[in-house]
């Protein structure tokens, strides 16, 4: 094979023109294209190469997340000064104070509900019942919340976040009329949602990289039952409603991607329809209310604890 003449002057600023266009040269023209937002490296491994294709997936701003761990924040110092205040007020104990506070600013309670307080289905997700309690739920939505709303954006998240903690206080209502208040159920609807989400991506991101991801958030959300069955205080009934409300949620609600390669270079669209997700998800909504109205049914009227 013959050594090919270097390009004269023309010839090389028409390349430099065309590569400023297309992103490649002719030549690079059948390198592979790299996945998600990764550069691709030199062969020596000296860091990217000049001439690159890029996907990447397009992503929220996350805002709603830091909201929901201020008004946690917030709720938290409310509840401890209006404890202070009734203990001195009163002469009860910290923990009654601190009980019929959290009853009072809308905790989970049995009774209240049956006696048609149903906004206790979902005010419990703003109250916590103590630092440790406060700071482990803050930390968990801290951690998973972000990426979440990113993914999702932030309506989609503050619905799948509201149905999970909804479906929680459902189930936490039927297995029993105590007290119980906290954001778990909502946080273990987000793993159930990215669960989703990567499933439903399977096809974009590949099937292995899916399975990983979802194994572990299956994984995390495993262990943390494992925790909660050992701990009695803690109420796992409203962290599996909120798990498998979180996931249907995230399923219907999950943006769908594809690559569009009739562009040079290709670039990630979303395919989903967003009135078809938000009908799916309208749906959802309606069945956790009537799963709602039915457990109350069934409490007061067939149980009649």
């Not at 008004?71 to 001195?88: H, K, P």
Request: charged letters at 15%.
């Amino acid at each position: 094979m013959s050594r090919q003449d270097p390009p004269d002057n023309d010839t090389r600023r028409m390349m430099e023109e065309f590569e400023r266009e297309f992103g490649h040269r002719p030549d690079d023209a059948a390198s592979d294209p790299q996945p998600t937002g990764q550069s691709p490296v030199s062969p020596s491994g000296g860091g990217p190469r000049p001439t690159e294709m890029r996907l990447s997936l397009p992503m929220s701003q996350p805002r709603a997340v830091y909201v929901l761990l201020a008004i946690d924040v917030v709720m938290f110092l409310i509840t401890e000064v209006l404890t202070f205040r009734l203990q001195q007020t009163t002469g009860v104990s910290s923990d009654d104070a601190f009980s019929e506070v959290l009853f009072q600013l809308g905790a989970k309670y049995g009774p209240a509900i049956d006696a048609g307080e149903y906004w206790r289905f979902l005010t419990p997700m703003v109250l916590h019942g103590g630092w440790i309690h406060l700071a482990f739920n803050c930390y968990a939505l801290y951690a998973l919340g972000p990426g979440a709303e990113r993914i999702f954006g932030t309506t989609r998240f503050l619905a799948i976040y509201l149905m999970a903690g909804f479906a929680g206080s459902i189930a936490s209502y039927l297995h029993s009329p105590g007290l119980s208040i906290g954001a778990s159920g909502a946080i273990f609807g987000l793993i159930g949602a990215l669960a989703a989400f990567y499933y439903s991506a399977r096809s974009l991101i590949g099937a292995e990289a899916s399975r990983q991801q979802v194994t572990q958030l299956v994984s995390m959300a495993a262990i943390n039952l494992v925790i909660g069955f050992s701990v009695p205080a803690i109420d796992n009934s409203a962290h599996i409603g909120g798990l498998i409300a979180g996931a249907l949620a995230g399923y219907v609600l999950a943006p769908r991607y594809r690559v569009d390669d009739r562009l040079y270079p290709p670039v990630i669209v979303r395919s989903d329809r967003a009135a078809v997700s938000w009908a799916l998800a309208g749906a959802l909504l309606i069945v956790l209310v009537g799963l709602a109205a039915a457990a109350v049914y069934v409490v007061t009227q067939v149980w009649k604890r």
